[in-house]
Nanobody
Framework: QVQLVESGGGLVQPGGSLRLSCAAS????????MGWYRQAPGKEREVVAT???????KYADSVNGRFTISRDNAKNTVYLQMNSLKPEDTAVYYC??????WGMGKYDYWGQGTQVTVSS
């Protein structure tokens, strides 16, 4: 099995920065796409940013220019650098990874979520 463990959430003032990390561990053969999603209270989960194994990135319009996704393939870790945070960025942030599991095939895995609150 594969586990994704997130860290780095917290409370920050508007205009501030946070860096989220998500490390994958377990029976990992390879990881294709990785990404960050978020879910605010009363809203559906939405994609924030994704990155392929070749480091091609995509961003939601609402975060483009403020957030940067990156990954360290040697550490099976994906990061989300969040700058110029706004109150509307408040949500639970989840990481996702599309993993080839040895002897089993490809599966999608999710982290447990980390709360990001932007408030003065």
């Amino acid at each position: 099995q594969v586990q994704l463990v997130e860290s780095g959430g917290g409370l920050v003032q508007p205009g501030g920065s946070l860096r989220l990390s998500c490390a994958a561990s377990g029976s990992i053969g390879s990881i294709a796409a990785m990404g960050w999603y978020r879910q605010a209270p009363g809203k559906e989960r939405e994609v924030v940013a994704t990155i392929t194994s070749g480091r091609t990135t995509k961003y939601a319009d609402s975060v483009n220019g403020r957030f940067t996704i990156s990954r360290d393939n040697a550490k099976n870790t994906v990061y989300l650098q969040m700058n110029s945070l706004k109150p509307e960025d408040t949500a639970v942030y989840y990481c996702n990874a599309n993993v080839y599991v040895w002897g089993m095939g490809k599966y999608d895995y999710w982290g447990q979520g980390t709360q990001v609150t932007v408030s003065s």
